[in-house]
Each structure stands twice: as structure tokens, then as C-alpha cells.
């Protein structure tokens, strides 16, 4: 992962930039996670730098890493107790993009309401507020 700090024109502060190259074939939760331990380490660091650059050239980087962990903790275990539903596991599995195009539109249907039940529920509420 790779990081940069762009400078804003008056020099009063900066932002942080994280970007990393093409990820394939890796495990995602490990990945994100050691990502974002890394982010949350070098954020931690740039906090610390505005308030007091002294202290925080006393301080290694190991330090940061151990803020981080504690911070990333409840944020991990929360990612990995989602669910993932069924049909989204198929999905990746299949190899065509047209069939995972077309399983997709299913899922959207599926999950969705008809027009003609929004209709109703927007002329449902509409009428409701004209009616004193």
C-alpha cells in the first residue's frame, strides 16, 4: 500500500492519499484488514505530528501499530461476522460476465418493490398531506 501527504496551498494542512496496486486473488479479510491497520497507524501518526512533533519523534512505530490494533479491533470482528448471502457466492463462482450480469438483474428484481406498489405508496402519502 502506498501513501502520500498533498500539501494544501496555504501549507496550513494536508490530506493523506492511500492507494494500493491491483489486488487479485488474495484473501479480502486479511487484506483490509492489515490495510486498514495501516491507515488507522499512519493516521494516528499524522494526529499526533499536528498537536505535538516533538513527542511524536520520540515515538516508534510500533507504538502506532499497538493504538491502531486496539482502535481496528471492534471494526474487524463486526466486517467478519457479515453474512454473505447464497447467491452472491454462486455469482463469483460463475466464470461468464453475461451470466453474472444477468444473475444480478434477478437479484435486484427480487429484492425490489414494483413500480406500480411505489406508485401507490407515493400517491398514498402525497394525498395525505393535501388532505387537512
Known sequence: MNTEK????????FTRVFASDKVEKI???DYYKTAEL???AT???DLLYTKSPLLT?????????????EM???Y?????KIEVHENFIELLKTERKKERKKERKKERK???PSKTIKRNVFKSRHFNVLDF
Not at 498533498?6 to 494542512?13: A, H, L, Q, T
Not at 519523534?57 to 490494533?69: M, P, Q, R, T, V
Not at 474487524?76 to 467478519?80: H, I, N, P
Open 38 to 40: 495501516k491507515q488507522s
Open 72 to 74: 481496528v479491533v471492534g
Open 27 to 29: 484473501n479480502p479479510i
Open 76 to 80: 474487524c470482528d463486526k466486517c467478519e
Open 110 to 112: 427480487k429484492e425490489r
Open 43 to 45: 493516521l494516528i501518526r
Open 6 to 13: 498533498i500539501y494544501n496551498e496555504n501549507g496550513n494542512g
Open 57 to 69: 519523534s520520540f515515538l516508534d512505530s510500533e507504538y502506532f501499530e499497538k493504538k491502531a490494533k
